[in-house]
């Protein structure tokens, strides 16, 4: 489903991030990627969602090259993604019921069914009864858990979830882990980044390391 | 076909909502735009009034009509009978001792009068007709210029010929401030519309990550900039018919006064729908150009 060849990232003036990388995430597949913090595990998931493009080599998503894609398909690759952002990137001037419709309106989805796909969405995250509220009254779990209703809310094929547990305390990431672990068994690709050990242990699954730009497959 | 629907009423909705969000400052926007748009405008009513005026109460153009020098009394007697069955035509008969007359005021023709053997001045006759088109007003002239003992007509239509000329030029320079008051509006909204991505830079961002096309995020700002037009145009067009109202009340005085009708004519509906339009599509295109930019410059520096 998502293919790296041979992938190098330098950003302009920077140092090497990833040193040809090649990588292969299967349909359905539940992958972490680990590291310390400036590893590069934010910019592998960028790569897989061409938000960055690669220096060298190149990545395939459904068999298609990211580099050679014509601008105007972008926008509905990235439909094919659920992004959690590790900046949350929530709109603060919105309710909660309106981040979680935003890609259901980029969509296009008819705008009745537009409040029970929310709510579900809200359901599994534990926010229904929060959906009236602007984000900003949220806590940082709560938050956290609305960037993945955001980012589940339109069915996407695979969830990028970038540092999904960071600044949790662990109770909440343990319940956030075990959120992605039930929506990978629904049938989602899900690939998370994180330096958050309690969350990579606690997920019994394929485990990438990122050490000195380059990939180390852990087993489970 | 659904999807297109249901996308620009979502567009729709969040253009009314931004602007409802910030009425005051929306308003004094639309105020803005409005005034700069209502000057043009004011100036095209004042000078279609002009034109009309001068349309319904003609400079009662004159047809001169100079007889044959040879004429006999009686056959300019024939001639002054027609000229008076015209219907609405004011006659007014001058004899050649009176042009004579009339010439020798001045000192210097007096004299070349005098070296002449005779009098070289024909019968003439002017006619005065309630009739401002001067195309009517000519044709009417040849007729005349047809019948017996008629030597030369001539149609003195300088004045009315300068009216049309004046009003002429008055519709370019209210169509040219108008062109250069559009290009400021235009600016205007730009700015507005730049400023509100700015502040949406947010926004517009995670929505092209989260797979939104360039459509769906300019769609909103033309909604906006079209709204923003189209509330402009109609406080230009509420001023403007305002200033009529004021106008019209003191013209009212004044015919009563003067007991002739002085009556101001609004801006036509076709017009005040055109100006609708207009303001519209300059917001519209202002919006436009804004989102063509902020999209070319896609790293949100816009
Ligand atoms: N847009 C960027 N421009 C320049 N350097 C960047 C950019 N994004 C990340 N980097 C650098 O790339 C390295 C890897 O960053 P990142 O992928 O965010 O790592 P991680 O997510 O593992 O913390 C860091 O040294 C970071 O400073
Ligand atoms: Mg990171």
Same mark, same amino acid.
């Given at each position: 489903?998502? =293919?790296?060849?041979?992938?190098?990232?330098?950003?302009?003036?920077?140092?090497?991030?990833? $040193?040809?990388?090649?990588?292969?995430?299967?349909?359905?597949? !539940?992958?972490?990627?680990?590291?310390?913090?400036?590893?590069?595990?934010?910019?592998?998931?960028?790569?897989?969602?061409?938000?960055?493009?690669?220096?060298?080599?190149?990545?395939?998503?459904?068999?298609?090259?990211?580099?050679?894609? =014509?601008?105007?398909? !972008?926008?509905?690759?990235?439909?094919?993604?659920?992004?959690?952002?590790?900046?949350?990137?929530?709109?603060?001037?919105?309710?909660?019921?309106?981040?979680?419709?935003?890609?259901?309106?980029?969509?296009?989805?008819?705008? $009745?069914?537009?409040?029970?796909?929310?709510?579900? #969405?809200?359901?599994?995250?534990g926010l229904l009864?929060?959906?009236?509220?602007?984000?900003?009254?949220?806590?940082?779990?709560?938050?956290?858990?609305?960037?993945? $209703?955001?980012?589940?809310?339109? =069915?996407?094929?695979?969830?990028?979830?970038?540092?999904?547990?960071?600044?949790?305390?662990?109770?909440?990431?343990? #319940?956030?882990?075990?959120?992605?672990?039930?929506?990978?068994?629904?049938?989602?690709?899900?690939?998370? #980044?994180?330096?958050?050990?309690?969350?990579?242990?606690?997920?019994?699954?394929?485990?990438?390391?990122?050490r000195a730009a380059?990939?180390?497959?852990? $087993?489970? | 076909?659904?999807?297109?629907?249901?996308?620009?009423?979502?567009?729709?909705?969040?253009?009314?909502?931004?602007?409802?969000?910030?009425?005051?400052?929306?308003?004094? *926007?639309?105020?803005?735009?409005?005034?700069?748009?209502?000057?043009?405008?004011?100036? /095209?009513?004042?000078?279609?009034?002009?034109?009309?005026?001068?349309?319904?109460?003609?400079?009662?153009? *004159? @047809?001169? +009509?100079?007889?044959?020098?040879?004429?006999?009394?009686?056959?300019?007697?024939?001639?002054?009978?027609?000229?008076?069955?015209?219907?609405?035509?004011?006659?007014?008969?001058?004899?050649?001792?009176?042009?004579?007359?009339?010439?020798?005021?001045? &000192?210097?023709? &007096?004299?070349?009068?005098?070296?002449?053997?005779?009098?070289?001045?024909?019968?003439?006759?002017?006619?005065?007709?309630?009739?401002? %088109?001067?195309?009517?007003? %000519?044709?009417?002239?040849? *007729? @005349?210029?047809?019948?017996?003992?008629?030597?030369?007509?001539?149609? %003195?239509?300088?004045?009315?010929?300068?009216?049309?000329?004046?009003?002429?030029?008055?519709?370019?320079?209210?169509?040219?401030?108008? &062109? /250069?008051?559009?290009?400021?509006?235009?600016?205007?909204?730009?700015?507005?519309?730049?400023?509100?991505?700015?502040?949406?830079?947010?926004?517009?961002?995670?929505?092209?990550?989260?797979?939104?096309?360039?459509?769906? +995020?300019?769609?909103?700002?033309?909604?906006?900039?079209?709204?923003?037009?189209?509330?402009?145009?109609?406080?230009?067009?509420?001023?403007?018919?305002?200033?009529?109202?004021?106008?019209?009340?003191?013209?009212?005085?004044?015919? *009563?006064?003067?007991?002739?009708?002085?009556?101001?004519?609004?801006?036509?509906?076709?017009?005040?729908?055109?100006?609708l339009a207009a303001?519209? &599509?300059?917001?519209?295109?202002?919006?436009?150009?804004?989102?063509?930019?902020?999209?070319?410059?896609?790293?949100?520096? @816009?």
């Amino acid at each position: 489903m998502i =293919r790296f060849d041979r992938v190098g990232k330098r950003y302009p003036g920077g140092i090497e991030v990833l $040193a040809r990388v090649s990588l292969e995430i299967a349909r359905g597949e !539940l992958v972490v990627v680990t590291g310390p913090s400036g590893a590069g595990k934010s910019t592998l998931l960028n790569l897989m969602a061409g938000i960055e493009l690669p220096t060298v080599g190149h990545v395939a998503v459904n068999g298609e090259n990211l580099s050679r894609m =014509r601008p105007r398909a !972008l926008p509905y690759l990235r439909r094919q993604f659920g992004l959690v952002f590790q900046d949350h990137k929530l709109l603060y001037d919105r309710s909660v019921f309106d981040n979680v419709a935003l890609p259901l309106r980029i969509v296009g989805f008819d705008a $009745a069914t537009i409040p029970g796909r929310v709510s579900a #969405a809200l359901d599994k995250v534990g926010l229904l009864d929060r959906s009236r509220s602007p984000p900003i009254a949220l806590s940082g779990g709560e938050q956290q858990r609305l960037c993945i $209703a955001r980012a589940i809310v339109h =069915r996407p094929a695979i969830l990028l979830a970038d540092e999904p547990t960071a600044n949790l305390d662990p109770d909440y990431a343990a #319940a956030i882990a075990d959120l992605l672990l039930s929506l990978n068994r629904a049938g989602v690709t899900v690939v998370i #980044a994180t330096h958050d050990r309690a969350v990579s242990d606690r997920l019994p699954t394929r485990r990438i390391e990122l050490r000195a730009a380059r990939l180390h497959e852990a $087993a489970a | 076909m659904k999807v297109w629907v249901a996308a620009h009423r979502y567009a729709a909705r969040q253009a009314l909502a931004r602007y409802a969000r910030r009425l005051l400052a929306a308003s004094f *926007e639309s105020a803005v735009l409005g005034l700069a748009a209502a000057l043009p405008l004011a100036f /095209l009513v004042a000078v279609n009034n002009i034109a009309d005026f001068a349309a319904r109460h003609p400079a009662t153009p *004159e @047809i001169s +009509i100079y007889l044959a020098l040879d004429a006999t009394p009686a056959e300019v007697k024939d001639v002054a009978e027609r000229l008076r069955r015209i219907e609405g035509a004011e006659v007014r008969f001058i004899s050649r001792t009176e042009a004579s007359k009339l010439l020798r005021r001045s &000192a210097a023709l &007096a004299d070349v009068l005098d070296a002449l053997p005779s009098n070289p001045l024909p019968d003439a006759f002017t006619l005065r007709l309630a009739i401002a %088109d001067t195309h009517r007003l %000519d044709a009417f002239r040849r *007729e @005349i210029a047809a019948w017996p003992r008629v030597d030369r007509t001539h149609v %003195d239509s300088a004045w009315a010929q300068k009216l049309e000329a004046l009003v002429h030029a008055g519709r370019l320079a209210a169509a040219c401030l108008g &062109a /250069l008051l559009g290009l400021g509006m235009l600016a205007v909204t730009f700015n507005t519309i730049r400023l509100q991505m700015l502040q949406r830079r947010d926004e517009i961002e995670v929505s092209r990550l989260i797979g939104a096309t360039e459509a769906f +995020i300019r769609r909103p700002y033309l909604y906006f900039g079209a709204l923003q037009g189209f509330f402009g145009a109609a406080v230009a067009l509420a001023l403007v018919a305002a200033l009529d109202a004021i106008a019209s009340q003191e013209l009212a005085a004044l015919s *009563e006064s003067y007991g002739i009708i002085l009556e101001l004519q609004p801006l036509p509906v076709g017009t005040s729908g055109g100006v609708l339009a207009a303001g519209a &599509a300059l917001g519209l295109a202002a919006a436009w150009f804004c989102a063509a930019r902020a999209a070319r410059a896609r790293g949100l520096r @816009i």
